[in-house]
């Protein structure tokens, strides 16, 4: 499951922020900040691997070759169609629009109602290379496309703390904070300094999203699969 996947990549965030932690408590601010600025980069890497592991288990669930392309969502079957339009309409000659054209079987199959496209007409690849980041507007694209109504990242999440408190963020606001750090380290802005606080919050948030959006994302899933 890709959670468990997320899940084992945090550990090693965790290190460095622990490392961090160790480190401030020596008064090493270089290697505090360096430490937490590599904790940053690597959990935004963690993560947007888990939302192309999540897609691609969707695809799986639902692209098994015994579900009516009228059950499929409409966003779904749009990602592996229009390219393979434009890529006609783009062609040099006759003979390479034919040969195209041949390949438009299984594509074809995604929109007769009737039919139940073939196991390979959906691929998980395809789907999962939409997740070009964390940002909240993917996000909403991706699920959106999983036939998910209005935004999954809209409104706030709650995450109970260490202390047993109850802390409640802004979806949206979060992940652009979490994303913004991350580029901006990326782009080798000295003056963006994470603290181990910061990377304790970023994780405690993207745990807890990562595990709503696992429940969202298994909820569509058996929404198409279960009305078979």
Known sequence: MALDVF????????????????AERQGSAEQTNALCRAAVVLVVSHFEAYLKTL???YVDAVGTGEIASSRLPRGLRE??????????LAARDDEQRASLLKRLGTVAALWNDNAKPPKGALQATTFARLVTSAKASVINDIFARMG??????????????????????????????IVDCRNDIAHGKAERKPTPDDVGRYLHFLRTF???LQRKAAALSVQVVSSE
């Open 7 to 22: 899940a084992d990549g945090t550990t090693e965030v965790e290190l460095l922020r622990q490392l961090a932690i160790d």
């Open 55 to 57: 897609a691609e288990e």
């Open 79 to 88: 990602v592996h169609t229009l390219p393979k339009l434009e890529s006609i």
């Open 148 to 177: 998910n109504a209005g935004n999954v990242c809209d409104g706030d999440i709650e995450m109970v703390d260490d202390t047993g408190d109850v802390q409640t963020a802004s979806v949206e606001l979060s992940l652009r904070d």
């Open 210 to 212: 990562a595990e709503r």
